[in-house]
Nanobody, 125 residues
Framework: QVQLVESGGGLVQAGGSLRLSCAAS????????MAWFRQAPGKEREFVAA????????YYTDSVKGRFTISRDNAKNMGYLQMNSLKPEDTALYYC??????????????????WGQGTQVTVSS
């Protein structure tokens, strides 16, 4: 089992920044992937960014490229999502997820084994 706890969400004005954190505990997932997804009211959960835990390769959805940065601290078992130049359309509940075995379907919710409870990000215009 992997337990995931997100933090760092909040209310910010358009153009502002937030940094989300994801604390992981339990079994290791050195060969896996940590990702961030988000879900706005009335919409499906969508992929935001992912990072391969050991290699550090990163992947982003097009709408956040150049604005968001995913990173991790292997020693602390922490993942991060730095979000800059936030837009109202970034408003959503943001979830951290772990796939303990990397697959190339990192953008797919069904690929992930463990999920956090989510942290709310609200961007005002």
């Amino acid at each position: 089992q992997v337990q995931l706890v997100e933090s760092g969400g909040g209310l910010v004005q358009a153009g502002g920044s937030l940094r989300l954190s994801c604390a992981a505990s339990g079994r290791t997932f050195s060969r896996g992937v940590m990702a961030w997804f988000r879900q706005a009211p009335g919409k499906e959960r969508e992929f935001v960014a992912a990072i391969r835990w050991s290699a550090g390769n990163t992947y982003y959805t097009d709408s956040v490229k150049g604005r968001f940065t995913i990173s991790r601290d292997n020693a602390k078992n922490m993942g991060y999502l730095q979000m800059n130049s936030l837009k109202p359309e970034d408003t959503a509940l943001y979830y951290c997820a772990v796939d303990v075995h990397y697959s190339d379907r990192y953008y797919y919710t069904g690929a992930y084994d463990y999920w956090g409870q989510g942290t709310q990000v609200t961007v005002s215009s």
